[in-house]
């Protein structure tokens, strides 16, 4: 029993003051006291309390340590190389990521010091070029292209293009496209040049050639016959004699950031599983050994 400030001492006088926070201090211990007994009880059963840790998820590490490999490729691969990469990492572990152009303007930006760790073109000039510039360290064919004459709809040939019928015929640029040169020598050779000139429209590569069919805007284009091996319409695959053979070489750039990964994307091209991807979309096979290891120029 609480006998009061003075504790049941007759001789103890509290001032009002004091008699008044002793009376407040009781009420504050009767209410609280029960909660804090609740609260020890809960903390004794937990045992401990658990602070969140900040970590690493597996997925983030994965995408950290994920190895890959930068191609810089021709747009006549753009089909190619997309049903290709995963192929391609699915053998090694490597991710292959693509970045699609004209071989000419790739080559500049070779030149013009590129992230790429691969090379792949539509001709040999430009990467025999490249390697005399010490910006390869290797190269070698790995393909041989087909050109094609694509009609979205209709009938006709090669050497029908002159027709009235055939109001836009696209190519992409012969300066840029090594497609390009070759569908303006096949033109020449068929004798059928000076009639269709002035019905072209020039792309800025075989891609972008390719969609002006896609939409409506080219009664007929001229270009990979990779690109379109599966397009509507009718697709005839020119003769080969009527331009220079179009050999497809890649390469190895020089002081890439991923040299191992390049060379492993250059030796599944040339001897693993790309080979038959390139057959599925219509190219053909060229006999080659590996591309040799050239040494690395002083100060590239």
Do not use: C
Not at 233 to 258: A, T
Request: charged share 20%; hydrophobic share 45%; net charge neutral.
């Amino acid at each position: 029993m609480w006998l009061g400030p003075g504790g049941g001492d007759p001789g103890f006088e509290a001032s009002g003051e004091v008699q008044e926070w002793s009376v407040r201090r009781f009420w504050l211990r009767l209410i609280w006291a029960p909660i804090f007994a609740q609260a020890l009880s809960l903390f004794g059963q937990a045992g401990s309390v658990t602070l969140p840790v900040q970590t690493t998820s597996a997925q983030n590490i994965i995408q950290q340590t994920k190895r890959e490999v930068v191609v810089g490729a021709a747009a006549n691969f753009s089909e190619a190389f997309r049903a290709m990469g995963p192929k391609f990492e699915a053998a090694t572990g490597i991710h292959a990521i693509f970045s699609f152009g004209s071989t000419a303007q790739l080559a500049q930006q070779v030149e013009q010091g590129a992230p790429f760790d691969v090379f792949a073109a539509a001709d040999a000039e430009h990467p025999q070029k490249l390697e005399r510039e010490g910006w390869l360290q290797s190269r070698a064919v790995f393909a041989r292209g087909v050109l094609a004459l694509w009609l979205p709809s209709g009938e006709g040939n090669l050497g029908s293009l002159g027709e009235g019928r055939f109001r836009v015929i696209a190519m992409a640029k012969p300066e840029l496209a090594p497609y390009g040169a070759a569908a303006v020598e096949a033109l020449k050779r068929a004798g059928v040049w000076e009639q269709v000139k002035a019905k072209v429209v020039y792309a800025e590569n075989v891609g972008m050639a390719r969609q002006y069919g896609e939409s409506g805007n080219a009664d007929a284009v001229l270009t990979a016959y990779s690109l379109v091996i599966h397009a509507r319409g009718k697709i005839l695959r020119i003769d080969p004699r009527l331009h220079r053979p179009l050999d497809h070489e890649v390469g190895v750039i020089s002081g890439g950031k991923h040299l191992v990964e390049a060379r492993a994307f250059v030796e599944f091209l040339l001897h693993g599983g790309g080979q038959g991807v390139l057959q599925e979309f219509g190219y053909q096979a060229v006999t080659t050994k590996a591309p040799a290891v050239l040494k690395l120029p002083v100060g590239r």
